[in-house]
């Protein structure tokens, strides 16, 4: 007896399924490309409990005749490809036809249907792979498809699904693109009965992008467009100036499609390398369009990745294009003022901040030199060292020496100079004290209370988290459908980054990375350390009180981020530098 056997078709399709159904959104995912495919204009989708009870899309595409229904419940039965050379010009989402079947093989699938000028329609019901009925129904143009107790006949996978606020947001995502990317499709998302979005009627990336994913990105993106050989980009790049954002979202549409493409993300992150600083998260919402040869969309079974036949050429045309725009825009929104660089005026000059202005360099063609804009050196602060200002260490004796840039504070030592990073420095300190309860998380009320917009299916994990905030000093209440008001702080928090950190706890508990909402302080406080106010370390006392506190930490070196919080030039570095090979005589 032969120990190979042909598999039946419901356990095939069942294997089918842990391709297709990942979660609850990836069964909307592939819906709504069906309903992309039959040309539908208008697309609703309901769900209840995060898509797990109840997932209905309804469009009003092309619909189909009894024959293509029965059809479509047929594994690899498909309208969208005859041969293998179409695969390499599709130009539609769905071309394997497996989702429909492998969908219907895990829950109870119920499919209406009706085409252009038919009266009437036809009903499919399908309860895990086996079907039911096939009979006549009445509805008007288009589709209706229902599913129900997704893998409920899989006890085994449905319990590694999330829990309902989890799966819904992955919901609200899948949406959110398809309404960003399908400007031409109404999309309307209900969750429960309740209208979550409907797409908003505006041409603009950066309109559109703020109506969908909140008013945060309003100021803080700009359009941008390009063409050349065949390719197109267009899309809503940050502003680089924007120093408030507070998380990493590189959408990306390659032919309609959101995917995930390392190489894109690559090219983005280095057109942007040098505009923005280390710490400050990259927002880029990015719309390509590819000749369909230079790509293959078959190479993952939801079709999230692509793959580039040339990836070298697409890589340098996203990066110069994205460095181009982002250049354009900091050059149109500049103003040169050489009177800022000269005479009394250097005086407005603020020490540490950054301004969108380019300085003009002169070739002075009388000395044959190059003619530099004034610059008065950006030491404040420079005192002569005493015992009030020295640092005690068990291995060296620091003296401060003052602040340069705003950044970075200068002490001197037996054998050179140690360069403090202030940011670093008091998000380290700030993290330990945090973890052993030296914080001091008394809330303090603000003159003029904060009002934030969240998302509404994101609004109910805030409301879980609502004690936790509390216990770290942090007043939040509801106000209103998608917003809160913040009316209190503590004193370590800066309150124009408070936005910052409820989206920053919100986002991990979505990422599923984080621990639950308990009283983890570490978890928070790692969240925490970007958002402090590192006001409180103004003055000599303070930096010298903040570098005492550092040296005196478990790890100095680092912060809880990896950068680096402190380093050393030594006399010898510094004599080499110089060119001196003699030793140093004080005077």
């Not at 990306?252 to 390392?262: E, M, T």
């Not at 000059?349 to 009388?366: A, C, L, Q, V």
Request: charge should be negative.
């Amino acid at each position: 007896m032969p120990k190979i056997k042909i598999l039946p078709e419901f356990v095939s399709n069942q294997i089918a399924a842990g391709e297709v159904v990942e979660r609850p959104a990836t069964v909307i995912k592939e819906l709504v490309e069906n309903s992309l495919d039959a040309c539908a204009t208008k697309i609703i989708v309901r769900f209840s409990a995060g898509g797990k009870n109840l997932i209905s899309v309804e469009d009003n595409g092309v619909g189909m005749a009894r024959a293509d229904a029965e059809l479509a419940i047929v594994r690899h039965a498909t309208s969208k490809i005859a041969s293998v050379e179409d695969i390499q010009s599709v130009n539609t989402f769905g071309f394997r036809g497996e989702a429909i079947p492998s969908i219907a093989s895990v829950s109870r699938f119920l499919l209406r249907t009706n085409e252009i000028g038919q009266d009437i329609g036809t009903e499919i019901l399908i309860h895990c792979g086996k079907v039911q009925h096939i009979r006549d129904c009445g509805l008007a143009q288009g589709t209706y498809i229902e599913v129900s107790g997704l893998l409920h006949n899989l006890p085994a996978r449905r319990q590694f699904l999330k829990s309902d606020e989890t799966e819904s947001i992955h919901i609200v995502r899948v949406m959110r693109a398809f309404a960003l990317a399908e400007r031409a499709v109404k999309f309307e998302l209900y969750k429960d009965g309740k209208l979550l979005f409907c797409s908003p009627e505006m041409d603009s990336w950066s309109g559109r992008i703020s109506k969908l994913y909140g008013d945060f990105y309003s100021d803080c993106l700009f359009d941008f467009r390009d063409n050349r050989d065949g390719m197109t980009i267009e899309g809503a790049l940050l502003i680089p100036s924007c120093t408030n954002v507070n998380r990493n979202e590189i959408v990306c549409f390659v032919n309609k499609r959101q995917v995930l493409s390392s190489i894109i993300n690559r090219a983005i992150r280095d057109a942007y390398m040098g505009f923005l600083p280390n710490w400050q998260g990259l927002v880029a919402f990015i719309w390509l369009d590819f000749p369909k040869n230079t790509l293959d969309v078959n190479v993952h079974p939801q079709k999230r990745e692509v793959r580039f036949k040339n990836e070298y050429m697409i890589k340098t045309f996203v990066e110069k294009t994205i460095y181009g725009a982002i250049d354009s825009f900091l050059s149109s929104k500049s103003v040169v003022n050489e009177a800022k660089f000269y005479g009394n005026n250097f005086t407005n000059y603020t020490p540490g901040e950054i301004k969108e202005t380019s300085i003009k360099f002169n070739w002075n063609r009388d000395r044959n030199g190059l003619q530099l804009p004034f610059r008065q050196p950006n030491i404040k602060g420079i005192i002569e060292s005493n015992e009030e200002q020295k640092i005690s260490n068990i291995d060296s004796e620091l003296s401060f020496v003052g602040t340069v840039f705003g950044q970075f504070a200068i002490f001197e030592s037996i054998n050179g100079l140690w360069a403090m990073n202030i940011k670093a420095a008091s998000r380290r300190v700030f993290f330990e004290q945090f973890l052993h309860e030296q914080i001091n998380n008394e809330p303090q009320c603000l003159l003029l209370p904060r009002v934030i917009q969240i998302p509404t299916i994101e609004c109910e994990i805030l409301d879980k988290a609502m004690d936790l905030f509390l216990q770290y000093g942090i007043g939040i209440e509801r106000f209103g459908k998608d917003l809160c008001r913040i009316d209190a702080v503590p004193q370590w928090l800066d309150e124009t980054l408070v936005e910052k950190l409820l989206l920053d706890v919100i986002s991990g508990v979505v990422s599923e990375k984080s621990l639950p909402l308990s009283l983890n302080s570490k978890w928070f406080a790692k969240l925490a350390c970007p958002c402090i106010n590192i006001k409180i370390y103004d003055g000599v006392e303070k930096l010298m009180e903040l570098a005492k506190l550092l040296l005196s930490s478990d790890n100095y070196i680092i912060d809880p981020d990896g950068n680096i919080t402190l380093i050393e030039i030594s006399l010898n570095e510094l004599r080499n530098k110089f060119g001196l090979h003699d030793p140093i005589i004080s005077l």
